[in-house]
């Protein structure tokens, strides 16, 4: 009798269970009771009246799908009134709107690489600018976590060659950014394009939140082009590609995530303009949410507890193994507190965390009780 062909799935998840990486889906209840410090809504906007009346709105007028892909039939006047704001917003002369920040970061990176390219990644990059990597068929040199000196010894080995250097600006595992500044000089220096992430850095950080590239004097910028997603601090889902008009061209004819992925839902375009909107009329909501995750830190490395410091929203606190940091988030949501649990692979060292993101919504008593928790339980307390 032949052999199934899907036995070998068999032996994987055995080892993924002796190894403690086994990862489950738990469907949550649209009300709950628990404290949450693990979901990205970091200006706490997903539930804003403003912004569920804006999906809605939406809904009601363009439908409940896009109905194909954005050079088809899924490009609606709501989409283009998006990208106009978000541009605006942001500092940068265009955008353009996908379904989710990964599939930004494919157009992106693939589009604005290719087989005779050069890409120079960072060694703590998410996943979405890896596959980017992967995809756009480019010799990508993957240089140390946020190492300038590599970025420009990388570049100087290939002179007057076509590159591109790509960085998160916060990055998803510890929340440190990226030195944008001396990673752009060195871009100017060489001829090279700059694509930072910015997922973690709108609504954070910036000037009113817009952004890791407004803080650092980079948005709109020439040789500069920004990835953002919509399902963070704008409380919806999608993502976009801003930079120069050329640039938004370009992918709009040559990036295969936009050109044959159906449209961004009108409702999630609906709630991420309505997000924007509120962003603009609340340029304090930046900072609160910045406050919060000071501290947050604050209170666990005075209980000796090892948090990085954080430059956004991300705060991390190591766990000494894999098993223990499932145990420790465990441990935490039967106490009535949600946490993140990063553990290999998501963790580019190795090193397995707990992971807390701070919201601008919550009240200096849930962080004091969110802190008595995670110190409380903590591996050996």
């Known amino acids: 009798m032949p052999r199934n062909p899907f036995d070998w799935i068999d032996e994987e998840s055995r080892r993924r269970e002796r190894a403690g990486l086994v990862r489950t889906l738990r469907p949550r209840p649209a009300d709950s009771a628990l404290l949450d410090l693990a979901s990205n809504d970091y200006l706490g906007l997903t539930r804003r009246a403003e912004v569920t009346e804006g999906a809605a709105r939406a809904a009601r007028r363009w439908g409940a799908g896009a109905t194909g892909s954005r050079l088809v039939t899924g490009s609606t006047e709501l989409h283009a009134e998006l990208e106009r704001e978000l541009a605006d917003f942001c500092g940068f002369e265009a955008a353009l709107v996908l379904s989710s920040g990964y599939a930004a970061n494919l157009a992106a990176v693939t589009a604005l690489s290719g087989r005779d390219a050069l890409v120079v990644s960072d060694a703590g990059n998410h996943a979405s600018i ?17 190492d300038v000196e590599a970025v420009r010894k990388t570049l100087e080995a ?28 060195v871009c100017r220096e060489h001829g090279a394009g700059l ?29 500069t082009v920004a990835t953002l997603t919509l399902s963070k601090s704008l409380g919806s889902q999608g993502g976009a590609v801003l930079g120069p008009a050329r640039v938004i061209d370009h992918l709009v004819n040559t990036a295969r995530t936009f050109i044959f992925d159906t449209g961004l839902a009108p409702a999630a375009a609906g709630a991420a303009l309505a997000s924007l909107r509120v962003l603009r009329g609340e340029p304090g909501l930046a900072g609160r949410v910045r406050e919060v995750a000071a501290t947050l830190h604050r209170g666990l490395t005075d209980a000796g507890l090892a948090s990085a410091r954080p430059d956004a929203a991300v705060v991390s606190v190591q766990a000494p193994s894999p098993d223990a940091a499932l145990r420790w988030a465990a441990d935490c949501r039967a106490a009535g507190l949600v946490v993140g649990c990063f553990r290999p692979p998501s963790v580019p060292d190795g090193i397995s965390r707990i992971r807390l993101t701070a919201r601008a919504d919550l009240t200096d008593r849930q962080i004091g009780t969110a802190l008595a928790t995670i110190i409380g339980t903590a591996p050996g307390s």
């Open 130 to 146: 890896v596959d980017g990597c992967r995809l756009s068929r480019a010799e990508t040199a993957v240089v140390p976590h946020t």
């Open 158 to 185: 290939h002179p007057g060659r076509r590159a591109l250097v790509v960085t998160d600006s916060v990055f998803s595992v510890d929340g440190d950014a990226a030195p944008l500044r001396d990673i752009a000089d």
């Open 195 to 223: 694509l930072v992430d910015d997922a973690h850095g709108l609504g954070v950080l910036g000037d009113g939140g817009r952004g890791a590239l407004d803080a650092a004097g980079l948005a709109g910028e020439d040789g």
